[in-house]
């Protein structure tokens, strides 16, 4: 019973939220994401991410990412993969190495601090579907750059990080 009101404080709460943030101009995920930041364990700890709930989310997840899809114009995908690749792998190098250098600040290990600049890599394609879908832009030529970059950042991260695993797996 504990989980059907933590699933509706968390519905009421989100929908107030991303209502009010699209009433002020923001994408209804802005919001929706505070409101896990503050209900969550960073700040009031009322909401933990049990198995049940971590379950919804992947559901949620999915549907959003399915939908996404099911309304993206793969020809328009494929008209700008260029310039998506282009942006994708600066959203790579770019937070590879500034956040590198930065950690390297810290006095960690050039190793280190290329993991921890491969982590920062990573994007969120699911909340870029949704401001672009939120927006009417999915379809558009910013759009279709936009979430073409978003899809091989996240392909680029995932093999960058493998690597990264396994270099330090050999380090240990």
Same mark, same amino acid.
């Given at each position: ?39 969550g364990p960073a700040m009031l700890g009322w909401v933990h991410a049990d198995t049940n709930l971590t379950t919804f989310a ?12 099911m309304e993206s114009d793969i020809d328009l995908l494929k008209r700008y993969l260029r310039p998506a690749l282009i942006v =994708?792998? @600066?959203?790579? /190098?770019?937070? %590879?190495? +500034? ?8 006095? &960690? ?40 970059? =978003?899809? @091989?950042?996240? /392909?680029?991260? %995932?093999? +960058? ?8 797996? &050999?380090?240990?």
């Amino acid at each position: 019973m504990a989980f059907i009101g933590t699933l509706t404080l968390l519905l009421i709460t989100t929908l107030l939220a991303g209502h009010l943030g699209q009433r002020v101009g923001l994408p209804a995920v802005v919001p929706q994401l505070l409101v896990g930041v503050v209900l969550g364990p960073a700040m009031l700890g009322w909401v933990h991410a049990d198995t049940n709930l971590t379950t919804f989310a992947d559901i949620g997840v999915v549907i959003l990412m399915f939908l996404g899809g099911m309304e993206s114009d793969i020809d328009l995908l494929k008209r700008y993969l260029r310039p998506a690749l282009i942006v =994708a792998c @600066a959203g790579v /190098i770019m937070p %590879v190495v +500034l956040v590198g250098l930065a950690s390297r600040g810290f006095g &960690v290990s050039w190793t280190e601090a290329a993991f921890i600049g491969v982590i920062f890599s990573a994007t969120s394609v699911s909340i870029s579907v949704a401001v672009l879908k939120e927006f009417h832009y999915l379809n558009t030529r910013e759009g279709a750059t936009i979430l073409g970059a =978003a899809v @091989a950042d996240d /392909i680029i991260g %995932v093999i +960058l990080l493998s690597v990264m695993i396994a270099i330090l797996a &050999v380090r240990a």
